[in-house]
């Protein structure tokens, strides 16, 4: 029998209410991010916020701090600046979520254990545990005991997007495919997204190193599923930075070049600002690869800045090794003034 909202809160006030929460949580966690045109990231972030705030209004913790996890994800994501968003997750991990679900606690040591990385770091978080729970392999081992699919699905996603960011292509699809090994686990919604978008990056990148065929393959396949998802403001940046990457190994000098530029305006447009540099980065590599130095040489500069805006300092000083730049200290002072938002 369906019985409507009105006869539940009759008949179960608190399920009437809890269901709510939990409707919220879904509608801005996953369906709305992704059949909305035009809704940002950071626009589904404060809505859970405020699904966390009515859960510990009505004094249900485990619906908090589930909202409460997936909206410090979704801050991620969405570029949230890393030095802001870390004290985030020391205030929200040690207060709210190991205190009132330690699950929750897990999978957001993860996102932390990321942010320490790119801000270069040492992480600290797993003192939390008391001893429990020493480090990740040690909660990999916990993972599989428990047969948690979905904590152990998180840690390999983890290890993928560091080896991704470090440009180690084929240990970050080792991680991937360790992450999807298990067929009753598939993970859907904004990580699914994200992840499908860097997969479909490394396939391109490895076809232009020579790996063969199937990786171009890989990657037109990877490109025409997220082009079928919908019209999101997310979907659409990754569909226009793959189109880049496309092009760029087809040869159309025009087309890519016009694309890097439509993938740094897309990215600029919905506050990435990760993704805005990880495309002045691609860009930097395709005018390399044709031999435009100089515009590469700016293109280079830009991802840094970008990078030291959000406050990944680890990619940014790898671009700087990587690419020889020469950055002055008023270069070095202006990018860290935008990070701190001064």
Known sequence: MVCSFKQLFIMHPFNYLRLRKVTRIFLYGSLLTFCEPGRSLRESACDLFKTYELGMKFGDVQIASHALSIYLRFLFFAGENLSSLQAKYDNYIKNIM???????????????MNIDFLMGVPCKSFSIFDGMVADENALLVDANLSKNAGLITGIYLRRFFVEFWMGNYSEAVRCSELAFSRPKFTPLG????????????????????????????????????????????????????????????????????????????????????????????????????????PQATESYKNAYKCYMQWGAVTLAHKIQK??????????????????RGW
């Open 98 to 112: 190991i205190k009132y679900n330690k699950e929750a606690a897990k999978y957001s040591i993860l996102y932390k």
């Open 322 to 339: 990587e690419q020889h730049l020469e950055v002055n200290e008023t270069f070095e002072l202006n990018s860290m003034k935008h990070r």
């Open 190 to 293: 904004l990580i699914s997204v994200i992840h499908s978008g860097a997969r479909g990056i490394i396939a391109f990148r490895r076809y232009k190193n020579g790996e063969g065929n199937a990786f171009l393959n890989e990657g037109k396949d990877i490109l025409r599923k997220l082009e079928k998802l919908g019209n999101s403001a997310i979907l659409r940046n990754s569909v226009i930075i793959l189109q880049a990457e496309l092009y760029s190994t087809t040869c159309e000098v025009k087309k890519a070049k016009e694309a890097y530029e439509a993938a740094i305006r897309s990215s600029r447009n919905i506050g990435g600002i990760q993704y805005q540099a990880l495309s002045y980065e691609l860009q930097g590599d395709y005018l390399s690869s044709i031999v435009e130095i």
